[in-house]
């Protein structure tokens, strides 16, 4: 008798719910069996809908047109509270093209750090289901709550038409509750490793190595142990981590307390040959039968290289992002007299473990790769055009995930083993010697082929490691970790590459790629950029520094935005939230302060290797806008001497890039005007000739300035 009067008064809500319009309420109650329960979903407030087109299809349901690039709805409040249970957001969708990555907005206040990210949502162009769990975020943001609102962002392409319905939220299914728990289990995993990588960073060890150098057959350590009695040389290999390894081979007793041994390079093991160019070297005590640890670990500080290749300095501050032969227009490199491209290489695309008829066969270490000739002699083209016209080129070396890899079993070799969907691009995986094995023979192939002295395809004069790695969920994806764990996995994809190229060209540089976050990072599940940075630092002075440099994207605060003078979270201040062309000072002064220098001595590079300002439209006044941002970026870059380079990115607008068009022409496919020459583009032609004083004048009225002066910042950064 109670549970059928539960059920009529639960009956009563449902149909009270319908006459208000579909009003959001609550599940049904919680003890009756499935078949006598229904859902009551929640409704979208209609009238907030912004770049869209929405009709009611019935209760519930939605059909939704996207008519700009930033499309967002709000849902109506809630009219209840959620039960702790309930935390996976659902609904059912259809749509012919992909949709997203979506956004959940838990308001208010509706900004970006009370908000959660989808990856892509596919288009299956039937019924399909959307679900994603926000348990961490309900708990978070206090969310929940009779009143509580939330937004939902639908990606950011116009033109996307898509049918939503039975909107709620609902309790995990089974496998969503096992992968909570595991989920679970390694974040715990995860807080205790960042916990040793902090420990052993900050530790003060009595005993030293003081160098490793890497001839062409052997490797030199030296170091100091006051009491060398039952210590020990260990080897650690990039597939080991040094912070939590409790067993370790010896490779040489010491003996002395100034010591120095040599040892083979290269050696075998696990079934593959190894460049011991990878490995770093510690000093271990043994005590019956544990060991631990006695000194940092250090890698490689000087590598033999075997192509004696003289150090290449940009010979201007003008660069090109994307650059490739494929694209057409390469006149713009002697018209707008560029001295710097940046060249995208996602080697997982011509890579394979078996050979074909069209391959390239390259033998690392014992064991031989293949190489989609086609596709490597269309780079060849690229980095020859630039080298005849003496222009630096910097790769950007990005890894797909397994399902996007060409062979599949190269993907599932490098894909990192936490990677998750939402990632355009994997985190290599360094986690056992095959991967690294394989890993490093792409590095390997790449720096032998464009370190050459007799210059046959070309040169690459520095490499970009990843892209946005302070954005890694998106761009550099290893699931969501700590900051100092992904660093870790950076730092050792870093070296790598560093001593693979190095033992090529003893002047090869990498760069670390970040957004234009600096102390706030861009979303709320990223990272800080000048966090990373110095413990990047941290981490290169307890194990040996090496020449690593920057790659910036210091984009306008909002990068559909041009007028970058406006953004109000780019300070001339060392705890600014973030580096866009407004406070590039900032950047400049943290280069040049003495701590940051390479070794104490140099100063390290810094390219902007990702930057453009955005035309909404092809409109007059918005081109002209996109065109006065390039002007106030150029006069502040051309008096910051500790910033070498800027690649303006992207070159040519690109239908890929989210809506924005930040090229210098436009899509290659415009019916009008196709790969047309933008106002932007004779700034960028006019930028450090004698014409600037004729082209850039015009732009002062656009920024609202009288005098160039008025937008460099002459005080002291604090």
């Given at each position: 008798m109670?549970?059928?009067?539960?059920?009529?008064?639960?009956?009563?809500l449902?149909i009270?719910?319908?006459?208000?319009?579909?009003?959001?309420?609550?599940e049904?109650?919680?003890?009756?069996?499935?078949?006598?329960?229904?859902?009551?979903?929640?409704?979208?407030?209609?009238?907030?809908?912004?770049?869209?087109?929405?009709?009611?299809?019935g209760r519930?349901?939605?059909?939704?047109?996207?008519?700009?690039n930033?499309?967002?709805?709000?849902?109506?409040?809630?009219?209840?509270?959620?039960?702790?249970?309930?935390?996976?957001?659902?609904?059912?969708?259809?749509?012919?093209?992909?949709?997203?990555?979506?956004?959940?907005?838990?308001g208010?206040?509706?900004?970006?750090?009370?908000?959660?990210?989808s990856?892509?949502?596919?288009?299956?162009?039937?019924?399909?289901?959307?679900?994603?769990?926000?348990?961490?975020?309900?708990?978070?943001?206090?969310?929940?709550?009779?009143?509580?609102?939330?937004?939902?962002?639908?990606?950011?392409?116009?033109?996307?038409?898509m049918?939503?319905?039975?909107?709620?939220?609902?309790?995990?299914?089974?496998?969503?509750?096992?992968?909570?728990?595991?989920?679970?289990?390694?974040?715990?995993?995860?807080?205790?490793l960042?916990?040793?990588?902090?420990?052993?960073?900050?530790?003060?060890?009595?005993?030293?190595?003081?160098?490793?150098?890497?001839?062409?057959?052997?490797?030199?350590?030296?170091?100091?142990?006051?009491?060398?009695?039952?210590?020990?040389?260990?080897?650690?290999?990039?597939?080991?981590?040094?912070?939590?390894?409790?067993?370790?081979?010896?490779?040489?007793?010491?003996?002395?307390?100034?010591?120095?041994?040599?040892?083979?390079?290269?050696?075998?093991?696990?079934?593959?040959?190894?460049?011991?160019?990878?490995?770093?070297?510690?000093?271990?005590?043994?005590?019956?039968?544990?060991?631990?640890?006695?000194?940092?670990a250090?890698?490689?500080?000087?590598?033999e290289?075997?192509?004696?290749?003289?150090?290449?300095?940009?010979?201007?501050?003008?660069?090109?992002?994307?650059?490739?032969?494929?694209?057409?227009?390469?006149?713009?490199?002697?018209?707008?007299?560029?001295?710097?491209?940046?060249?995208?290489?996602?080697?997982?695309?011509?890579?394979?473990?078996?050979?074909?008829?069209?391959?390239?066969?390259?033998?690392?270490?014992?064991?031989?790769?293949?190489?989609?000739?086609?596709?490597?002699?269309?780079?060849?083209?690229?980095?020859?055009?630039?080298?005849?016209?003496?222009?630096?080129?910097?790769?950007?070396?990005?890894?797909n995930?397994?399902?996007?890899?060409?062979?599949?079993?190269?993907?599932?070799l490098?894909e990192?083993?936490?990677?998750?969907?939402?990632?355009?691009?994997?985190?290599?995986?360094?986690?056992?010697?095959?991967?690294?094995h394989?890993?490093?023979?792409?590095?390997?192939?790449?720096?032998?082929?464009?370190s050459?002295?007799?210059?046959?395809?070309?040169?690459?004069?520095?490499?970009?490691?990843?892209?946005?790695v302070?954005?890694?969920?998106?761009?550099?994806?290893?699931?969501?970790?700590?900051m100092?764990?992904?660093?870790?996995?950076?730092?050792?994809?870093?070296?790598?590459?560093h001593?693979?190229?190095?033992?090529?060209?003893?002047?090869?540089?990498?760069?670390?790629?970040?957004?234009?976050s600096?102390?706030?990072?861009?979303?709320?599940?990223?990272?800080?950029s000048?966090?990373?940075i110095?413990?990047?630092?941290?981490?290169?002075?307890?194990?040996?520094?090496?020449?690593?440099?920057?790659?910036?994207?210091?984009?306008?605060q909002?990068?559909?935005?041009?007028?970058?003078?406006?953004?109000?979270?780019?300070?001339?201040?060392?705890?600014?939230?973030?580096?866009?062309?407004?406070?590039?000072?900032?950047?400049?002064?943290?280069?040049?302060?003495?701590?940051?220098?390479?070794?104490?001595?140099?100063?390290?590079?810094?390219?902007?290797?990702?930057?453009?300002?955005?035309?909404?439209?092809?409109?007059?006044?918005?081109?002209?806008?996109?065109?006065?941002?390039?002007?106030?970026?150029?006069?502040?870059?051309?008096?910051?001497?500790?910033?070498?380079?800027?690649?303006?990115?992207?070159?040519?607008?690109?239908?890929?890039?989210?809506?924005?068009?930040?090229?210098?022409?436009?899509?290659?496919?415009?019916?009008?005007?196709?790969?047309?020459?933008?106002?932007?583009?004779?700034?960028?032609?006019?930028?450090?000739?004698?014409?600037?004083?004729?082209?850039?004048?015009?732009?002062?009225?656009?920024?609202?300035?009288?005098?160039?002066?008025?937008?460099?910042?002459?005080?002291?950064?604090?």
């Open positions: 109670e549970k059928l009067l539960k059920y009529r008064v639960y009956l009563f449902t009270l719910c319908s006459l208000l319009g579909g009003a959001s309420c609550n049904g109650p919680s003890d009756l069996v499935p078949s006598e329960m229904t859902y009551n979903y929640l409704s979208l407030n209609t009238s907030s809908g912004n770049d869209l087109i929405i009709d009611t299809k519930s349901q939605y059909k939704i047109t996207t008519t700009g930033d499309p967002y709805i709000l849902l109506k409040e809630l009219t209840y509270g959620l039960d702790d249970e309930s935390v996976v957001f659902t609904f059912e969708y259809k749509s012919g093209s992909d949709i997203g990555p979506l956004q959940l907005f838990f208010e206040p509706i900004t970006e750090e009370r908000s959660v990210k990856d892509i949502v596919p288009g299956p162009g039937s019924w399909e289901t959307f679900s994603i769990d926000v348990k961490n975020y309900l708990d978070e943001f206090s969310w929940g709550q009779t009143g509580d609102l939330l937004r939902l962002d639908l990606g950011s392409e116009s033109g996307v038409e049918e939503i319905k039975n909107i709620h939220f609902r309790k995990r299914n089974e496998e969503e509750k096992a992968r909570a728990e595991e989920k679970k289990a390694n974040r715990e995993n995860d807080l205790q960042e916990k040793s990588i902090t420990d052993y960073i900050k530790t003060s060890f009595g005993a030293d190595i003081s160098s490793v150098n890497v001839s062409k057959h052997t490797i030199i350590i030296k170091g100091y142990c006051p009491d060398p009695k039952g210590i020990f040389l260990s080897e650690i290999r990039p597939s080991e981590d040094v912070s939590t390894k409790m067993e370790f081979d010896p490779m040489a007793e010491i003996l002395s307390p100034n010591f120095t041994i040599e040892v083979d390079r290269f050696s075998t093991g696990d079934n593959l040959g190894f460049d011991r160019v990878l490995s770093k070297w510690v000093l271990v005590q043994e005590n019956g039968g544990y060991s631990k640890i006695i000194s940092h250090r890698y490689a500080d000087e590598i290289a075997s192509e004696n290749i003289p150090v290449k300095k940009v010979t201007g501050k003008k660069g090109l992002g994307g650059f490739s032969v494929s694209r057409g227009f390469t006149s713009d490199l002697d018209d707008l007299g560029i001295s710097s491209v940046t060249v995208n290489i996602t080697f997982t695309q011509f890579m394979c473990l078996n050979g074909h008829p069209n391959a390239i066969e390259h033998e690392y270490a014992g064991k031989t790769y293949y190489f989609d000739r086609e596709k490597i002699e269309h780079f060849d083209k690229t980095m020859q055009v630039a080298y005849s016209k003496d222009i630096s080129v910097a790769a950007i070396i990005l890894v995930s397994a399902s996007q890899s060409v062979d599949p079993e190269i993907g599932d490098l990192h083993p936490n990677y998750e969907a939402e990632g355009f691009f994997t985190m290599p995986n360094m986690t056992n010697p095959e991967s690294v394989c890993y490093a023979a792409a590095l390997d192939f790449l720096a032998s082929r464009y050459r002295t007799d210059h046959k395809y070309g040169r690459i004069h520095k490499w970009i490691m990843h892209n946005e302070d954005a890694g969920l998106t761009w550099t994806n290893m699931g969501e970790k700590p100092m764990v992904f660093l870790d996995a950076y730092m050792k994809s870093m070296r790598m590459c001593n693979i190229v190095r033992s090529y060209n003893g002047n090869g540089e990498v760069l670390a790629s970040f957004t234009h600096w102390t706030e990072p861009v979303e709320p599940r990223f990272y800080g000048k966090k990373m110095q413990s990047l630092l941290d981490y290169s002075r307890v194990e040996g520094d090496f020449n690593w440099g920057l790659a910036y994207h210091t984009y306008p909002d990068l559909n935005e041009p007028k970058t003078w406006l953004d109000d979270k780019a300070l001339f201040s060392e705890n600014t939230p973030l580096i866009t062309f407004k406070n590039l000072e900032v950047l400049n002064d943290w280069v040049k302060k003495p701590e940051n220098l390479y070794n104490g001595e140099i100063k390290r590079t810094v390219w902007l290797s990702e930057n453009g300002t955005n035309s909404r439209t092809y409109s007059k006044k918005d081109l002209s806008e996109q065109a006065a941002g390039l002007a106030y970026a150029w006069k502040k870059l051309d008096k910051l001497d500790g910033i070498d380079a800027m690649q303006w990115h992207n070159w040519i607008d690109n239908r890929g890039e989210f809506g924005l068009k930040i090229g210098l022409r436009k899509f290659p496919d415009n019916e009008e005007d196709p790969g047309g020459r933008k106002p932007v583009w004779y700034v960028y032609e006019a930028a450090g000739t004698s014409s600037e004083d004729n082209v850039f004048p015009k732009y002062k009225t656009v920024i609202g300035i009288e005098e160039w002066s008025e937008i460099m910042f002459e005080g002291a950064i604090k």
